[in-house]
T-cell receptor, first 109, second 111 residues
Framework: LAKTTQPISMDSYEGQEVNITCSHNNIATNDYITWYQQFPSQGPRFIIQGYKTKVTNEVASLFIPADRKSSTLSLPRVSLSDTAVYYCLVRRVGFKTIFGAGTRLFVKA | DAGVIQSPRHEVTEMGQEVTLRCKPISGHDYLFWYRQTMMRGLELLIYFNNNVPIDDSGMPEDRFSAKMPNASFSTLKIQPSEPRDSAVYFC?????????FGPGTRLTVT
C-alpha cells in the first residue's frame, strides 16, 4: 500500500478554515483515500473517503487532484472541539488498513 | 445500535498476571479488528477477523498475545503473562461494508 505523509502538527484559531494535506505518491488505481479523526481518550472515527475530485459531507471536504498523489482534508470554520488527531489512510479492498502518525490539530480560542 | 462495546474500560494489573480484554462488535458487521495505541508506536493493528476467522495476525507482538472470536458477537484479546511494556490503550473495531467503527478502548496498565 502507498505510504502517506502528512504534517505532524498544525495550529489554528476558532472560525478559520483548516486544510491538512496528505501525500501518497505511490497510490494505486484501486486505492481509496480515507480520513479518520481521533479525539483524546476516544477511538478513531471515520470522517470522509474519496477516490478522485471532491467529496463533501456534513463534517469536511476532501479534495483529490487528478494525479491522486495527494489529498487535502478541509475543515470549515473550526471550533475548539475540532482539536484532534487526523489520520490520512490509503485503503485497498482486501488489504489491511495501516494508520500512520496522523496530524495533531490544535484549535485555539 | 450501541456501537462497539469494550470491557473493561480500565485495567490495572501486575506483571505476570493474565489479562483478558473483551469486545462486542456492531451487530451485522463481519470484520473485527484489534489495535494497540501507545505514544511511541502510534496505532498498531494487531489482528483482524473476517466472519470469526483470523485473517492476519502478523501484528501480534509475540506468543504472549492471543485473540479469539468464538462467535459473531464476541471477541477476546488475552495477554499471558503481561509485562509493563504491554501498557497501552487497546481498541477493538468492527466493519460491515464500509468504514471501521472503533470502540472506546481499554486502557491497560501493567505495573
Amino acid at each position: 500500500l502507498a505510504k502517506t505523509t502528512q504534517p505532524i502538527s498544525m495550529d489554528s484559531y476558532e472560525g478559520q478554515e483548516v486544510n491538512i494535506t496528505c501525500s501518497h505518491n505511490n497510490i494505486a488505481t484501486n486505492d481509496y483515500i480515507t480520513w479518520y479523526q481521533q479525539f483524546p481518550s476516544q477511538g478513531p472515527r471515520f470522517i470522509i473517503q474519496g477516490y478522485k475530485t471532491k467529496v463533501t459531507n456534513e463534517v469536511a471536504s476532501l479534495f483529490i487532484p487528478a494525479d491522486r498523489k495527494s489529498s487535502t482534508l478541509s475543515l470549515p470554520r473550526v471550533s475548539l472541539s475540532d482539536t484532534a488527531v487526523y489520520y490520512c489512510l490509503v485503503r485497498r479492498v482486501g488489504f489491511k488498513t495501516i494508520f500512520g502518525a496522523g496530524t495533531r490539530l490544535f484549535v485555539k480560542a | 445500535d450501541a456501537g462497539v462495546i469494550q470491557s473493561p474500560r480500565h485495567e490495572v494489573t501486575e506483571m505476570g498476571q493474565e489479562v483478558t480484554l473483551r469486545c462486542k462488535p456492531i451487530s451485522g458487521h463481519d470484520y473485527l479488528f484489534w489495535y494497540r495505541q501507545t505514544m511511541m508506536r502510534g496505532l498498531e493493528l494487531l489482528i483482524y477477523f473476517n466472519n470469526n476467522v483470523p485473517i492476519d495476525d502478523s501484528g501480534m507482538p509475540e506468543d504472549r498475545f492471543s485473540a479469539k472470536m468464538p462467535n459473531a458477537s464476541f471477541s477476546t484479546l488475552k495477554i499471558q503473562p503481561s509485562e509493563p511494556r504491554d501498557s497501552a490503550v487497546y481498541f477493538c473495531a468492527s466493519k460491515g461494508g464500509g468504514e471501521q467503527y472503533f470502540g472506546p478502548g481499554t486502557r491497560l496498565t501493567v505495573t
